[in-house]
């Protein structure tokens, strides 16, 4: 992104906030509100996610670790699903930071710091576009689809990972730190010669392979296994119905959450090429929906661990056995000299084995 003019600021860049030039503007545009705005408003919703989504992206990466193992491709894309959303969380202090104070860890941790960002939204779309096919595979190719997808995961899990380092590449080279009259911050500064079609290339990738791709595979593989549900027996209407449901919801949440930030995206790409916002209140207005719709896109990470995880009765169980197995703990510490409790088992079929967390 092209620099901006130091002596009236910038669209503040929390993450994908706008970064566009007053070089645009007829008149100068003074954007003190927007700032004051995120300086707020961003720590307080960052916090919020970064503790709900570590608490339950920690469970499931505690409860696979400990007691259900990888026994399923679905298991092993949420996983991996979880680890993207924890490395993305991870991120948010920084961002947190840079809000309030500015930018003051460097140029190097400023490009890490936002190719991960990049890196690991983007990856945890594309895992719940893999979640969905393997859904898809395991109900209308069950017996042929199975060995290829056990060959196959490791595989593409690798690719998802690798098209996702691609996706934070652009931030590793362009992001840097940018003296301003107020603070530094971390933003983009593309050189200007290609800054205009390089600014939309990467907005538009983004929508592209964040949003668009993983939803219209999710749309299509969920759409297919719910026609499949509704035609399942009536003897097992009910098991039916809470499948079609947690369908419902998986689309919902995915479309709830990513459709009004990628929209936004979207139309910055195509600001970006003609030049469409030339007010500067309705650019004011942009930042601020920016901000907004960036917070609600990463609600997103809180909500994973529920929808593809703790949906699963298996995986339930597992979660009781762990507040258990750490309440027990602590009693023995406490009293070491106590006789400790006989623990009860919570799965009523002693050998049966575990089944996706994700059952459809």
């Known amino acids: 992104m092209a620099a901006e003019e130091e002596e009236y600021d910038y669209f503040d860049h929390y993450n994908y906030s706008f970064n566009l030039s007053y070089d645009d503007y007829?008149?100068?545009?003074?954007?003190?509100?927007?700032?004051?705005?995120?300086?707020v408003f961003l720590p307080v919703i960052y916090t919020l996610v970064l503790v709900v989504g570590l608490a339950g992206n920690a469970l499931v990466v505690a409860i696979y670790v400990h007691y259900k193992k990888l026994r399923t491709m679905t298991d092993v894309y949420i996983m991996n699903l979880a680890l993207a959303d924890l490395l993305l969380l991870l991120t948010l202090p920084f961002w947190a930071a840079d809000a309030i104070v500015g930018w003051v860890l460097g140029?190097?941790?400023?490009?890490?710091?936002?190719?991960?960002?990049?890196?690991?939204?983007?990856?945890?779309?594309?895992?719940?576009?893999?979640?969905?096919?393997?859904?898809?595979?395991a109900v209308f190719h069950s017996n042929s689809a199975r060995v290829f997808r056990r060959r196959h995961c490791l595989w593409v899990c690798l690719l998802v990972w690798a098209v996702a380092f691609a996706l934070g590449l652009p931030d590793m080279i362009f992001f840097t730190v940018?003296?301003?009259?107020?603070?530094?911050?971390?933003?983009?500064?593309y050189p200007s010669s290609m800054a205009q079609p390089t600014k939309a290339s990467v907005e538009i990738l983004e929508v592209l392979l964040s949003f668009i791709l993983p939803f219209l595979v999710m749309l299509f593989c969920y759409s297919k296994v719910a026609y499949a549900l509704l035609k399942t027996p009536e003897a097992r209407q009910g098991k039916k119905w809470r499948?079609?449901?947690?369908l419902l919801a998986v689309v919902g949440v995915f479309i709830a959450t990513q459709l009004p930030y990628n929209a936004l995206k979207f139309w910055r790409a195509v600001d970006i090429i003609y030049t469409l916002v030339v007010h500067c209140e309705v650019s004011k207005r942009l930042d601020w929906a920016a901000q907004v719709?960036?917070?609600?896109?990463?609600?997103?990470?809180?909500?994973?661990?529920?929808?593809?995880?703790?949906?699963?009765a298996s995986f339930s169980q597992h979660l009781?056995?762990?507040v258990k197995s750490l309440s027990r703990r602590r009693r023995q510490q406490r009293s070491p000299q106590e006789e400790p409790a006989v623990e009860v088992s919570l799965n009523s079929h002693s050998g049966s084995r575990d089944t996706s967390t994700f059952t459809i």
């Open 107 to 137: 140029e190097a941790m400023c490009k890490i710091t936002s190719a991960l960002y990049a890196m690991n939204f983007g990856c945890g779309m594309m895992f719940l576009a893999c979640i969905s096919v393997d859904r898809y595979l």
């Open 320 to 322: 009781l056995r762990l």
């Open 26 to 39: 007829h008149t100068v545009c003074e954007k003190e509100d927007v700032r004051s705005f995120a300086r």
């Open 178 to 189: 940018k003296y301003t009259s107020t603070k530094k911050t971390c933003m983009a500064i």
């Open 243 to 246: 499948a079609f449901k947690v």
């Open 293 to 312: 719709t960036e917070s609600l896109a990463l609600t997103h990470s809180c909500v994973n661990p529920v929808l593809y995880a703790f949906i699963g």
